[in-house]
């Protein structure tokens, strides 16, 4: 029996309230609605979904030091507000081989200055962002092709 190679999907802080936050930047799904999303469109693509979520910079970070150790193909990070802060997720992405897709609901480029800056994007593969939660998808598909 063989098993379908995982993708982490890892959400950091706030995502939890998708669905209710701010739904005019964010949209309306939640984020078991884009789970159930990326599971179907694994399936599909003959991957397996491990979807987290976390408020604590340090579960992110031992999070992606497991996908190192568990032989994940590749890694979906939503990083919320550390994607801005975050030196030490930047640094663990960078101590691990398995690639990392950096990826937004909506454009940082398009919000406040002090979103411009992406330590996460300095050390991840490729980014989606500004799609709404078809940037999890878009991510998904380029995950797919590594």
């Known amino acids: 029996m063989t098993t379908h190679p995982i993708i982490f999907v890892l959400n950091g802080p706030n995502l939890n309230l998708?669905?209710?936050?701010?739904?005019?930047i964010y949209g309306t799904q939640t984020l078991d609605d884009i789970g159930a999303m990326l599971v179907e469109q694994a399936d599909g693509l003959g991957?397996?979904?491990?979807?987290?979520?976390?408020?604590?910079e340090g579960h992110l970070i031992d999070w992606l030091h497991e996908a190192q150790e568990v032989g994940a193909k590749a890694v979906l990070l939503n990083a919320g507000g550390y994607t801005h802060t975050s030196i030490a997720i930047h640094d663990a992405i960078k101590s691990i081989k398995?690639?990392?897709?950096?990826?937004?609901?909506?454009?940082?480029?398009?919000?406040?200055?002090?979103?411009?800056?992406?330590?996460?994007?300095?050390?991840?593969?490729?980014c989606f962002a500004g799609h709404g939660a078809k940037s999890y998808t878009l991510a998904l598909d380029a995950a797919a092709k590594l």
């Open 18 to 24: 998708l669905g209710t936050r701010e739904p005019e």
């Open 47 to 56: 991957l397996a979904i491990d979807m987290r979520q976390s408020n604590h």
């Open 98 to 126: 398995v690639p990392v897709i950096e990826v937004h609901l909506s454009d940082p480029h398009k919000r406040e200055e002090f979103r411009h800056i992406s330590y996460i994007g300095m050390a991840a593969v490729a």
